[in-house]
């Protein structure tokens, strides 16, 4: 098993900038693939980000350039810098991790004023 804790959503303008984390419960170099999904209001989830064990990374079209994904493997955590945020990346961020089967986080929730 897998428990998924994150934190550092909020509230910024546009054009600003928020760092999520999410802490894992076991190593995250033993989970197949770590990475964050958001969800807005009335839409499906969707993938923002995600690395692989092996260290491959992948974003969605609509935040290249802008987010970067990241891992600390001393702190088994992984982060999210979201850089020159829009109005439309606001959504509820969740972390989430393959291990077997998919674990996710309780979600946190990330509002870009225009």
């Known amino acids: 098993q897998v428990q998924l804790v994150e934190s550092g959503g909020g509230l910024v303008q546009a054009g600003g900038s928020l760092r999520l984390s999410c802490v894992a419960s076991?190593?995250?170099?033993?989970?197949?693939?770590m990475g964050w999904y958001r969800q807005a209001p009335g839409k499906q989830r969707e993938l923002v980000a995600h690395i692989t064990s092996g260290g491959w990374i992948n974003y969605a079209d609509s935040v290249k350039g802008r987010f970067t994904i990241s891992r600390d493997s001393a702190k088994n955590t992984v982060y999210l810098q979201m850089n020159s945020l829009k109005p439309e990346d606001t959504a509820v961020y969740y972390c989430y991790a393959l291990f077997g089967l998919d674990y996710w986080g309780q979600g946190t929730q990330v509002t870009v004023s225009s």
């Open positions: 076991r190593s995250i170099f033993s989970i197949n693939v």
